[in-house]
């Protein structure tokens, strides 16, 4: 069986694809293969509305037609066992990225008929992983955790039961003194980042095994 990984952070190694990682290593504990894409490493466009995923006869109906690096990355989550997408939220949205990958993946598959049928070959469990500086009550309050919760509920009408991990107040910098910062307590970042993230970690090792148990 094979788990997917895509990073939707411009960043390779700090908290979202961290938490990537972390599920990986949870889908990899069950006998999983895996494997960890970086978006931000590809040249691609989001969705350019060509309609030929959705042409009558056409050879690419219920397929990207455009070609570039994503397209791969496409046949890969389609031939995937189960997937797990990751993005920072930026101004309370997923990075431009993300959205962008999300628009080819699905787009593809949705069939302009009265039943909105949707055209994915099979079902296949599925997680997503949102990071932010922001405080969990400062999301909810704005709205954001229902938009993202929204996120949850589109992957899994497209490929099956999804589940979501937020995780909040990340520790942005390696240096907080470098930047300015001065809105948020370095000192509660940094006990925030040595005591609660290796439980986040944690939660998103264990979704990683979840994902693959249910393969």
């Not at 959705?54 to 031939?79: H, N, Q």
């Not at 589109?154 to 990340?170: M, N, Q, S």
């Amino acid at each position: 069986m094979k788990v997917i990984a895509i990073n939707g952070s411009p960043r390779k190694s700090w908290n979202t694809a961290t938490l990537l990682k972390k599920a990986l290593e949870g889908a990899a504990s069950k006998g999983a293969e895996t494997e960890l894409i970086h978006l931000y490493d590809l040249e691609y466009k989001g969705c350019i509305s060509c309609f030929e995923c959705k042409r009558i006869g056409g050879e690419s109906y219920g397929k990207c037609a455009e070609k570039d690096d994503l397209t791969e990355v496409l046949e890969k989550v389609e031939m995937a066992d189960a997937v797990v997408l990751g993005s920072p939220i930026y101004f309370g949205e997923v990075t431009g990225e993300m959205r962008s990958f999300l628009e080819r993946l699905l787009f593809q598959y949705l069939v302009y008929d009265k039943e909105g049928t949707i055209l994915t070959p099979r079902k296949m469990p599925a997680a997503f992983i949102f990071t932010m500086n922001a405080p969990e009550f400062e999301i909810k309050k704005m709205g954001i955790e229902d938009k993202l919760k929204r996120y949850g509920k589109l992957l899994e009408r497209f490929f099956g039961p999804t589940k979501i991990l937020i995780v909040t107040e990340t520790y942005q910098f390696d240096d907080y003194s470098k930047y300015v910062s001065s809105r948020f307590d370095v000192g509660a970042r940094a006990k925030r980042r040595e005591e609660v993230f290796p439980m986040d970690c944690r939660k998103a090792f264990d979704l990683g095994a979840e994902l693959a148990a249910k393969i």
